[in-house]
Structures are given as C-alpha cells and as structure tokens.
C-alpha cells in the first residue's frame, strides 16, 4: 500500500508537504501542489480516511437506519437521503432493522463502531429509545425519520399521519361505506397510532360508531393472517371496504382477498398510506394518501448535517409533510345486497 512517505520521496518534498496537499491546507507552491498531485495519481495513491477521521474528529460518512427497505416508501426515501449526503459532502452507509430490535441493536453498535458523523433514524418502535439513549450517551447526532419515539427529544421529519388517515376513511365514507376495517401497524409504532387516530375521528365526525372487531393489528411489514380476514368477513356485518395502513399491508390485503375470489373494487373497497412506487406507473390501481418520501429523506440528511454543526444543546427542528390523497380504481361505492 502506497503511504505519503512513498509520495514524498518521489516527490522529492517532505511528508508534511504530502499532507497538506492531501487536505488542502497550509501554504504550498501552486508547481509544488501539483507536482505532489501528479505523482499521487501515477502511484495511485488512496488517502487512508480512518487516519484523517482522528485528527480531524470527523468521518464524512453518516448513516441511515430504516424499517423495510423492500417498502417503495423508504426505498425512495433512502435515495433522497443519499443525494443530499453526496451534495453536502458525505458519504452515506444503509442498514435495515425489518422492525426488528435486536437487528436494529447490531445496527446501532455498528454505527458506534465506525464512528460515523450521524444517523438518520427510522425506530422500529418506542422501545427504540434504548438505542436513541445510547447514541446520545456516545455524542452520536440523529434525526428521526417517519417516527417519534415518547419522551425523546430530537430533530424529527415526519409525516402528517393522522390527517391522511382521517381523509382516506372520510373518502371511503362519501362513497356510501360504513363497515370499514382497518388493518393497522403495531400500536408501539407512533405512526400506527397516529392514522388509528385518523381513521376513529373520521367515524366519529359522520357518526358512525368505531367497532374493535374490524380493526387487524400486525406488523407493517408484513401480513399473512388470512385466518384473521376471515372471521373480519364472516361478521354478521361484514366490512365494504378496508382501510390499510401502509403500501405492503395494502399489497398484501388485495392478494388475501383475491385468493379468496373477492374483487377489488367490485366487492371489497380498499384504500392505503402510501403508494407502490413504480409499480402505480404501469397500473395505477390503488387509491393512497401520498408521503413525499423523496423529500423525507433529503430534509432528513440536512437537518442531521445541521446538527452536526450546531451540536447538541440547541433548539430542535420538526419538519411534517402533509400527504396527497390519490383517488384510483381500487375504491368504489358500496356492493348493493342482491335481492
């Protein structure tokens, strides 16, 4: 492996010369600078960034944890996150906790590790706050993305949740529904909390009384409980529609009911949080409350950027995104009981 020594003594200049040119600092000859540049590249010469890192207290690497990579929602997210971190000057490493603490945990330990500058955070639950507590205890700056964590005060990018929420049911109510099912992330989820909160003022603004029997509870990232669907259809009154609280909850749902030969929309209204990425170009089917995913993940790496130069101590910034409702084929009016 080449060393600035190498580069020196083939530049005939001495190693502090070599240094500075590597970081662009003190006063060197415009020939000389170049001349050492020239001789780095015929050697191909890579600057070890872990020795530069300890000296300048610095990595120019951060970091993003998410939920679920395979959800179009954080895969558009996480690319928003990578151009604002290689615009500022960052490189940017990934990780995946598929809402799972103890993956999240070796995530977290990775993050302490290496060092990295900062982490922009999408918690698996409020049991995360273990893991915020331990990057605070480290001098670890974060931003949390897509989910606050109770009694954790930090820099967050969110989502208005219970909004969307709160149209989409009400959307599904103009339609003529009043059995409407909901289908719902786990309730140590802030966002799942959140578009419950939604989906019950929507009920109660139009008088329609919440029943806990139609309401599912499941992981966002995944549903397979077909059992569960069944004793939800074979209610005495059975739902018209469903309301599913994410994209892959949505995806899934539609698969569970047409294995079970019911249509969509023709005899099961259904209506999601989130699109399906580019899948929504080629059949633009399901009816969504849209997030600016892109944006969550660009606004995220500059408020992180931000804290970083400001330090802890400073006032915290919220940023919330307001969905757009998209009205598709995949909700219709109520079947009508055949006579």
């Known amino acids: ?34 001349k050492v540049k020239r001789i780095m590249q015929e050697m191909n010469y890579v600057p070890n960034s872990t020795a530069r890192s300890l000296v300048k207290q610095e990595t120019k690497m951060l970091s993003l944890l998410i939920t679920d990579i395979t959800n179009p929602f954080f895969t558009t997210l996480a690319r928003g996150a990578e151009d604002a971190a290689l615009k500022l000057g960052y490189k940017l490493l990934f990780g995946n906790s598929d809402e799972n603490l103890s993956k999240e945990r070796e995530y977290v330990d990775m993050v302490l590790s290496t060092r990295v500058d900062g ?37 967050m990018v969110l989502g208005d949740n219970r909004d969307g929420a709160l149209r989409l049911t009400e959307h599904l109510i103009s339609l003529g529904h009043k059995r409407i099912a909901f289908v719902n992330g786990s309730s140590t989820v802030s966002t799942a909390r959140e578009r419950s909160s939604g989906y019950r003022e929507a ?21 397979d409980d077909s059992d569960l669907l069944d004793r939800i259809l074979a209610l005495s009154e059975p739902p018209t529609a469903i309301f599913a609280a994410n994209n892959v909850l949505a ?3 539609i698969a569970c009911l047409r294995d079970k030969g019911i249509g969509v929309p023709e005899q099961m209204s259904v209506a999601c949080f989130e699109d399906v990425g580019l899948a929504s170009r080629l059949d633009p089917f399901l009816t969504v409350a849209v997030q ?12 992180l950027v931000d804290r ?14 307001p969905s757009e409702m998209i009205v598709r084929k995949s909700t219709g009016k109520p079947r009508q009981p055949s006579s």
Do not use: W
């Not at 003594?9 to 662009?24: E, F, G, L, P």
């Not at 955070?121 to 915020?132: K, N």
């Not at 109660?204 to 549903?223: A, Q, S, T, W």
């Open 1 to 34: 492996m080449v060393t600035i020594y190498d580069i020196a003594k083939q530049a005939n200049v001495s190693a502090m010369t070599v240094s500075r040119v590597i970081n662009n600092s003190g006063r060197i000859s415009a020939n000389t600078r170049e």
């Open 119 to 155: 982490l922009l955070f999408a918690p698996s639950s409020d049991a995360s706050a273990e893991h915020l507590a331990m990057l605070r205890l480290h001098q670890i700056p974060f931003v949390l993305i897509d989910r606050e964590v109770p009694g954790v005060e930090a820099d």
């Open 203 to 223: 009920l109660l603004k139009h008088g329609i009384r919440y029943d806990p029997e139609l309401v599912m509870e499941c992981r966002f990232n995944h549903f």
């Open 251 to 253: 995806v899934s749902v």
């Open 292 to 303: 600016p995913a892109y944006e969550f993940g660009y606004r995220g790496i500059q408020l």
């Open 308 to 321: 970083i130069n400001r330090k802890d101590g400073e006032e915290r910034q919220v940023v919330r995104f």
